[in-house]
């Protein structure tokens, strides 16, 4: 089980961290990663952790904006979130175990966690 916390409303080019704590042990030997979903649109790939905590990846949109790390002493994943733009604003999902390499498809995790909304002000 994942439980995404953090979200908030902010104004454009403020900053929100969003945190996604795992109930299981297990999460240390997941990768985890981060999706938002804006209204009307498809759920969206953000970034992804390497189950070490390695070799972070994010899509363009947010690349130099955005820093996802996992603590597994703590079995929970973060996303930094800086220089926030109103195209921003979605609900934000946690998810553990991707099952393929292609982790930036949301078919391919085994968890999830129930959102957290992300709303920036212009």
């Known amino acids: 089980q994942l439980q995404a916390s953090g979200g908030g409303l902010v104004q454009a080019w403020g900053s929100l961290r969003l945190s996604c704590a795992a109930s299981k042990r297990t999460f240390s030997s997941y990768s985890a990663g981060w999706f938002r979903q804006a209204p009307g649109k498809e759920r969206e790939f953000v970034a992804h952790?390497?189950?070490?905590?390695?070799?972070?990846s994010y899509a363009d949109s947010v690349r130099g904006r955005f820093t996802i790390s996992k603590d597994n002493a703590k079995r929970t994943v973060y996303l930094q979130m800086n220089g926030l733009k109103p195209e921003d604003t979605a609900v934000y999902y946690c998810?553990?175990?991707?099952?393929?390499?292609?982790?930036?498809?949301?078919?391919?995790?085994?968890?999830w966690g129930q959102g957290t909304l992300v709303t920036v002000s212009s």
């Open positions: 952790i390497y189950w070490s905590g390695s070799d972070p």
């Open positions: 998810a553990a175990q991707s099952t393929s390499s292609g982790f930036q498809d949301p078919r391919n995790w085994g968890y």
